[in-house]
């Protein structure tokens, strides 16, 4: 399973966008107009963009704008939420929760697009502006939910008459709001709550500095090459393009290999130098754990005692409890106990294959002459390519030709999108990016209306987080008269000058995934932010986008996309069969990575601050130990240095997900093959059950909706070759 990001999360604050929607109370307006006591700010995003959508015109903002921005924007919300709380009238619905949902419209507006600039094109111009605002934005966030004339009109409106009496999307407005409140804090004591401030406070910054110590460390420790020789096993445009790196680097003549964010690095599969392989290996693993200036396991020690601390001020017995108080699965427990039941047949896969390698291996060792070695982890994914060559016929290479990126974009996701959804997509050139290497697209419904914007940021670049995420510029809201505009960033390799954008089946897969997200953004119909969109749960939040997976490879919509680049002949069905084929093999790296990951993370929230306290690698250790997997030759895809879904954007305690939503598309797409597979009648039902609704209901509901049962594990355990009968 690939692991990717939907989004680097923004700091959790109260609803925004432009106010609109329907009128406003009295006392909702006379609120309004406290507001402006907020100071003036005239920048450029003093007022929407003039762009279709309210999109970013990036052609108007410059590094000295964002932080004036940004500041402006938290001191009108403030303000906005003062007013609020200071109101004298009686509060309801309306002019409490309501007008919590209309606040912070320049802050949103400002943020939605600084925050995607740091995640996917930053300098450090903008990470010192990052440094300098995240402790703000904090402050903000203990100020909203700290507040305790805010919570005291919250609290009444929820135990009113009229507060019960709501229903629908209303309803769970009120009760989401409130939980927050309580969650945050709101039930505190004075002095707690200046204990907690200051706890956030110190998170916050440790965060940011972490996220942006890890993308210049990736960066950093790209490992540099003397000769082509050692890069034997790439192709020819990679072997260009490492050159090229080196070059930009300052090591002309050299060649360097840029680092991916996962443990795991695509050239081990290719690289023949077994030297070579262990380099690269070293560079990924110990990019940020090698006792310099780029190590950051002092910063895990700080974040980990912190957030350990943080949960016992609130009363959760863990980080992890207090993480999942909203969640579709509800506890630690209930998660470590889902993710246990894959252990005994992903552990005897992983003995069977790791068997076949090292044959594999001790056999070359042999023909060749040379003394037999044990398998390493660097060795795993290169004799897992060669068993995969000669067990399935299949080599990357054949593979990537038919994969070029943005016909893969266009004639395959969306495509995908247009038969099951009857989404239409128009290439905007005129609206600006902020990459040269970005696309932009006018997204319509089924009955040709103007749905999205939709911004496509593919390549890897030095200045980009890895991974791969969906994003909100503008959320959609009812309320605020808002449509979505989205973002997808991944990091494909680039290719080298005049050459074309091949993706690997991997990227393939990423790119539909993201897009699930996007179509979650696309579809929106909430009435308010909070709710709208993917605005959901972490364990809920990837089903969609691991549903959209299923779509790459339909015969109908493979056939249409996947077309070789020079000859434009599609991708022969024996190709494809083998690709099938050879789905379920290496599943002892392919989930094993991932679980143990998943199980690092939930142990890692677990512990008391005195636990957090020890040394991160000593913990780690131990922690692996006790998954019952293979992690000595399979490591988790994240080690604790370079984790930074946990440590940053937002997947602490939440990194299960991945697998547990897996389930869920896998169960939902079983559904679909059950009744009648990629139909406009059935595009019409996802978007009606889950597609569409945002966190309206109950996201266990929402799945019954979809397919009338709760969820069931055996389609994913078929899928990956764990069932009883696949054994």
Request: proline residues 5%; without cysteine.
């Amino acid at each position: 399973m690939k692991t990717r990001l939907m989004a680097a999360a923004a700091p959790l604050v109260l609803g925004a966008g432009l106010l609109g929607g329907f009128s406003m109370t009295a006392a909702a307006k006379t609120d309004a107009r406290s507001a402006a006591t907020a100071p003036a700010y005239n920048g450029p995003f003093a007022k929407p963009s003039a762009l279709p959508l309210h999109a970013p015109d990036f052609t108007q903002y410059k590094d000295s704008d964002w932080q004036p921005a940004i500041e402006a924007g938290i001191a009108a919300k403030r303000a906005e939420i003062k007013a609020i709380a200071g109101s004298k009238a009686k509060p309801t619905f309306e002019n409490t929760i309501v007008s919590m949902e209309r606040a912070g419209t320049l802050y949103d507006r400002v943020y939605n697009v600084f925050s995607q600039l740091t995640s996917a094109n930053t300098s450090d111009a903008l990470d010192a502006i990052d440094t300098a605002v995240s402790p703000q934005i904090s402050a903000l966030n203990d100020d909203i939910y700290l507040d305790d004339a805010l919570f005291a009109r919250v609290k009444a409106v929820h135990d009113s008459a009229s507060g019960k009496a709501l229903t629908g999307e209303d309803a769970m407005l009120l009760a989401t709001t409130y939980d927050k409140f309580v969650h945050r804090g709101a039930l505190l004591s004075a002095a707690q709550k200046v204990e907690l401030k200051a706890m956030n406070l110190e998170i916050a910054k440790l965060e940011t500095a972490f996220s942006q110590k890890l993308t210049t460390a990736t960066a950093a420790k790209a490992p540099i090459f003397d000769t082509a020789a050692q890069l034997d096993g790439l192709s020819q445009a990679e072997i260009t393009a490492a050159g090229k790196l080196a070059a930009e680097k300052g090591h002309a003549g050299k060649f360097m290999l840029a680092l991916g964010n996962t443990t795991q690095q695509a050239a081990l599969a290719s690289l023949t130098n077994r030297d070579s392989r262990k380099k690269l290996w070293d560079a990924s693993i110990n990019r940020t754990s090698g006792g310099d200036e780029y190590d950051t396991t002092a910063m895990v020690t700080q974040m980990a005692t912190l957030r350990a601390k943080k949960a016992k001020l609130l009363g959760a017995p863990d980080f992890a409890t207090y993480q999942m108080y909203d969640r579709m699965v509800k506890t630690p427990a209930k998660a470590m106990e889902f993710m246990k039941g894959f252990v005994p047949a992903l552990r005897a896969t992983q003995d069977r294959e790791a068997a076949m390698l090292e044959a594999a291996m001790k056999a070359e060792g042999t023909k060749a002459g040379g003394q037999n070695v044990t398998l390493a982890p660097w060795d795993w994914s290169y004799y897992a390519e060669k068993v995969r060559k000669a067990k399935y016929e299949l080599d990357e290479s054949q593979i990537k030709p038919y994969f070029e990126v943005w016909r893969t974009l266009e004639d395959g996701v969306f495509y995908a999108a247009n038969q099951t959804y009857g989404l239409t997509f128009k290439r905007r050139t005129d609206l600006p990016v902020y990459h040269p290497t970005m696309r932009a697209y006018e997204v319509f419904d089924a009955d040709g209306k103007q749905l999205a914007i939709f911004y496509y940021d593919p390549f890897a670049r030095s200045n980009k987080k890895g991974g791969a995420w969906m994003s909100n510029f503008v959320e959609q809201s009812y309320l605020l008269g808002e449509k979505p505009v989205v973002s997808n960033t991944l990091n494909i390799a680039p290719p080298a000058d005049g050459q074309p954008a091949l993706a690997s089946f991997d990227d393939v897969e990423t790119m539909f995934h993201e897009f699930g997200h996007a179509l979650h953004g696309f579809f929106a119909s909430q009435k308010y932010p909070s709710l709208s969109g993917t605005n959901t749960a972490r364990d809920f939040v990837e089903f969609p986008s691991q549903f959209n997976e299923n779509f790459a490879t339909i015969p109908a919509v493979l056939n249409h996309y996947a077309k070789h680049y020079q000859t434009g002949a599609t991708i022969p069905a024996d190709l494809i069969a083998k690709i099938k084929a050879a789905h379920t093999f290496n599943q002892g790296l392919g989930l094993g990575e991932t679980l143990s990951a998943a199980m690092l993370d939930i142990q890692w929230h677990q512990l008391s601050p005195e636990e957090a306290a020890q040394p991160p690698m000593t913990f780690e250790a131990k922690a692996l130990a006790a998954t019952g997997l293979n992690t000595d030759l399979i490591p988790p895809r994240y080690k604790t240095p370079y984790f930074r879904h946990i440590w940053d954007n937002g997947y602490a305690a939440g990194y299960y997900s991945y697998i547990w939503t897996e389930m869920l598309a896998h169960d939902g797409w079983d559904w679909v093959e059950k009744h009648g597979g990629m139909t406009r009648a059935n595009g019409d039902h996802i978007r009606k059950t889950f597609l569409g609704q945002g966190h309206t209901k109950d996201f266990a509901q929402l799945y019954r909706d979809f397919t009338g049962h709760d969820p069931e594990v055996e389609p994913m355990l078929e899928a990956r070759g764990l069932a009883p009968k696949a054994q």
